[in-house]
């Protein structure tokens, strides 16, 4: 068993990163539940997110996704994350949400369309420049609805043609995160679908280039933690979107759904030695708070994920090789269920106290007003949301 200090220490340093987007109105295509005290720009996001780090203390960065947090001086922007406690994080391109992306973005049959892409996604590692950040995260919407509407391999191509581009323009210590989505929004062929795919681009780019993980992104009964495995054996494991899903790409709270796979995959995570900042996987949160209020909900959710990272710092990984090599089935599996059965709140709990935090972080930010005071001083302009 890992000595306790070595547990919690190892847990003070693992940081999640929040995105912006949480904090904003969402829903589905059916209804968007507005919320009282919504940010209404992305200043006011941060000063959200600088409140999930405020009670954890281990929530230091917030994601942005351009065009939603386009500000006009970007550097004042990170000047405002810094004075609230926390820094500018992964930079979320968005090539989804415009008329001209209807048959895709960089694997548009028109050159034209392809190029509006690739300068949209320069102008986000420009924004890297000017805000600090490490990341830039691609999500492409990319892909057919129908048999023979397009050319799979030229569409690859493109793609390969765009990345490298955007590869060749990141500045030394940046990366470029390349996530996959198995479908949706469309329905035929999506040209990065899978791990397999992104990782083929990956590799072809060079080492900064590395695969992201969100946890909402595959099909049911998909082995996540065996993917986290090999990316981890590659090198390649760039970062996760964490969040939980019952059907396809749910975006509910991180450990919701599926407690035991959060613990599996941390599992892996642990095995690897890459929890800490500088084994260069990003922990970041993907989700939406349709119903929930926001605040808490990435209190929650951050909570969740420390919970399963405790849980797999607490794996016996010595009785665990012993009853492995040993051929014993059960004593093997019964040293990772040991772990996941263990009650590690209270572990959290006085961690959070030594770090001078209250021990229960969403019954501290309840109680401290925060709420009350953004709904009644948010009353006027435009809340934030998918598109704002
Ligand atoms: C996509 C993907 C991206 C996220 C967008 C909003 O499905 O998960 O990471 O930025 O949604
Ligand atoms: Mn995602």
């Known amino acids: 068993m890992r000595e306790e200090r ?3 220490n190892a847990l003070a340093r693992h940081q999640v990163e929040l995105p912006s987007w949480a904090f904003g109105n969402s829903g589905t295509r059916f209804k968007v539940f507005g919320q009282p005290g919504v940010p209404r720009t992305p200043y006011e996001k941060a000063s959200d997110a600088a409140q ?25 922007f990170a000047a405002h994350a810094t004075s609230n406690g926390i820094r500018v994080g992964t930079v979320n391109s968005n090539v989804f949400q415009d008329d001209d992306y209807k048959l895709g973005s960089v694997c548009n049959p028109d050159p034209k369309i392809r190029r509006k892409a690739l300068a949209h996604l320069l102008e986000c590692v420009d924004i890297m420049d000017a805000t600090g950040s490490g990341d830039l995260k691609l999500w492409f919407a990319d892909g057919t609805n129908y048999p023979g509407q397009d050319d799979i391999c030229a569409r690859q191509d493109r793609l390969a043609e765009a990345l490298a581009a955007v590869y060749a323009r990141l500045g030394p210590g940046q990366r470029m995160l390349l996530e996959y989505k198995l479908f949706e929004p469309s329905f035929y062929t999506t040209d ?21 993980v969100d946890t909402g992104h595959h099909a049911p009964g998909t082995n996540i933690e065996f993917i986290v495995a090999q990316l981890l054996r590659a090198g390649r494991l760039g ?6 899903r019952f059907y396809a790409d749910d975006d509910l709270m991180a450990g919701a759904a599926d407690p035991f796979q959060l613990f599996r ?57 012993a009853a492995q090599q040993a051929g014993d089935v059960l004593g093997a599996n019964a040293v990772l ?15 959070r106290t030594e770090m001078g935090l209250a021990p229960d972080p969403v019954a501290a930010y309840l109680a401290s007003g925060y709420g009350e005071k953004i709904a009644s001083g948010r009353k006027e302009g435009a809340p934030a949301g998918w598109g704002a």
């Open 6 to 8: 070595a547990v919690k």
């Open 52 to 76: 999930v780090h405020a009670h954890t203390g281990v929530a230091p960065s917030m994601a942005v996704h351009i065009p939603w947090d386009k500000v006009d001086d970007y550097a004042d």
């Open 337 to 351: 269920m040991d772990a996941y059965n263990t009650d590690v709140r209270p572990l959290l709990a006085e961690l």
């Open 265 to 321: 995959i941390m599992h892996e995570v642990v095995k690897a030695g890459a929890l800490a900042p500088a084994a260069g996987v990003a922990f970041m949160l993907d989700q939406c708070h349709n119903i929930e209020p926001k605040i808490p909900a990435q209190i929650r959710s951050v909570m969740n994920v420390q919970e399963a990272a405790a849980k797999a710092l607490l794996v016996d990984a010595g009785a665990l090789t």
């Open 239 to 244: 970062g996760f979107d964490f969040n939980s």
């Open 192 to 212: 990065v679908p899978d791990w397999g795919t992104s990782l083929l681009h990956c590799q072809a780019l060079g080492p900064r280039a590395q695969v992201v």
